[in-house]
């Protein structure tokens, strides 16, 4: 029998009749094994109490000397180094992560890997333009640090519409299943778990709503259980500056407070850093490292750009479509107007969820907050645009409404959740199509402006 002390990982042993590699514990109690001829689903806990009292034995590991009666054929030795090859591949090559992978990267998405493996902490800020994968980037660096045991939890921060999304590309291309947490699946996730535990600490692999978490009620709360690695999606909408919205404030502060802690993993996300205000794009790199917030951008030294190099990488689809002699075919946009006549069923369904839109923005009151007014009209606007997107597109969220809204005003702030990421206006005053002046947003005008936004959607198809 072995001595106890001495089972470190990566040691062979021989326990309940097979072969086994022992693995890192998290729990000093428990020596966790991994059988030779299984895979990772395999691992096993043997409690340490257990081989104290005999009612466990773990041996070291030997091999016999092969011998000439087990020589065989071609065949055998080819299914011997498949075999073989299948099994050291998580941890053979020069990435753990390899293994695990339901998808083959392209080479230059396994630069910002590289790069964060560089780091002492994680701290990177992946700002590839559209299309060129920022969400495999992310993943992979997910997968890399949890097989190489880096992070025992990860964290996505994303926008209310990217949470499914998010959970999808984890599922299916890095084997990591995630749980949403947000306005619409807070209660089923904590009637599935005990009532003693947190929800942000009880699932092992979370994708939270940023607008969820920025709230005063939940931000202590997610900070206070945040796991090992936070990945932000959409960084840009934390950026932080003299003229962004309260809500964008709050997301700021909410991502400046998890970077607080210098030994937590943070990745962020965008394909936009800079938006032309120099304050806002330094606020993103202040979240990397305090010092990078101060830099002046015009006036940087060679020794500040080979500091900021190592946490920030910014490529466009001319830069990586010839990397390394692999070429990647981007799709190129072909846009076209053309004239579209709806149908009268199209029509008839287009002016009836106009009318149950302007139902919701017509009876509001003084006493409703600003969050519930602008709720109202963000659910009536992206209504319509869906309405007039495709028949699909008016089923699904028509469907969605009914899910998530109650008869109560108090699901305002809910529909603002699920509803606003389909609609990009700004609210400032708008160019009315028809007389060409300014109309300012207000609950009297709500209606004709969306009316008159409307218009061009009409009329202008991308094909």
């Known amino acids: 029998m072995t001595d106890i002390l001495d089972i470190k990982p990566g040691v062979i042993v021989r326990c309940r009749n097979r072969q086994w590699v022992v693995l890192p514990s998290e729990n000093l109690d428990v ?9 990772e689903e395999e691992v096993t806990g043997i409690y340490r109490h257990l081989l104290e009292e005999n009612l466990e034995t773990i041996d070291w590991g030997t091999f016999p000397l092969p011998s000439a009666t087990q020589v065989k054929d071609h065949a055998a030795a080819q299914l011997l180094m498949d075999a073989s090859r299948l099994l050291l591949r998580s941890g053979a090559g020069p990435f753990r992560c390899l293994g695990r992978l339901s998808l083959r990267p392209r080479p230059y998405q396994l630069v910002p890997l590289l790069m964060a493996l560089r780091l002492e902490t994680l701290r990177l800020l992946i700002a590839d333009d559209v299309g060129i994968g920022k969400t495999i980037e992310a993943g992979l660096i997910a997968r890399e640090f949890l097989d190489r045991g880096e ?20 599922r299916e291309k890095f084997h990591i299943d995630a749980v949403v947490i947000r306005s619409g699946t807070v209660s089923k996730l904590e009637r599935a778990m005990p009532s003693s535990e947190h929800i942000f600490s009880y699932y092992r692999h979370i994708i939270v709503s940023l607008d969820y978490a920025k709230g005063d009620r939940r931000k202590a709360s997610f900070i206070t259980h945040c796991p090992d690695l936070v ?18 404030q709050q997301r700021h502060l909410l991502i400046q407070e998890i970077a607080a802690k210098v030994d937590r993993n943070l990745l962020l996300l965008t394909a936009t850093p800079h938006s032309g205000i120099e304050e806002a794009f330094l606020s993103l790199l202040g979240l990397l490292k305090p010092e990078f917030g101060k830099l002046s951008l015009d006036f940087l030294s060679e020794e500040q750009r080979k500091t900021l190099a190592k946490h920030f990488v910014q490529r466009r689809r001319a830069d990586v479509k010839l990397w390394l002699g692999n070429e990647t075919p981007f799709p190129e ?21 106009y009318n149950f839109a302007r139902g919701l923005v017509t009876p509001t009151t003084s006493e409703m907050s600003h969050a519930q007014r602008r709720g ?20 699904a969220t028509l469907g969605k409404k009914l899910e998530t809204r109650s008869n109560s005003i108090a699901s305002e702030e809910l529909d603002e959740d699920l509803m606003s990421s389909y609609v990009y206006d700004p609210l400032h005053p708008y160019c009315c199509l028809a007389c060409h002046r300014h109309v300012n947003i207000s609950l009297d005008c709500i209606v004709v402006d969306t009316h008159l936004l409307l218009a061009t959607h009409v009329v202008r198809v991308h094909v």
Not at 151 to 170: F, S, T
Request: glycine share 2%; proline share 5%.
């Open 333 to 353: 946009r072909e846009s076209a107007e053309l004239p579209y006549k709806l149908s009268t069923e199209y029509k008839s369904l287009f002016e009836d969820v």
């Open 376 to 395: 109202r009209y963000w659910s009536a606007l992206a209504l319509i645009r869906c309405a007039m997107s495709s028949p699909a597109a008016a089923m």
């Open 231 to 248: 990945i932000v999606d959409e960084a840009h909408t934390c950026a932080s500056g003299n003229n962004k919205s309260a809500s964008q």
């Open 31 to 39: 020596v966790r094994l991994r059988s030779l001829s299984g895979n």
């Open 151 to 170: 992070v025992k939890r990860i964290a996505v921060l994303c926008p209310p519409h990217l949470c499914d999304q998010w959970q999808q590309e984890l």
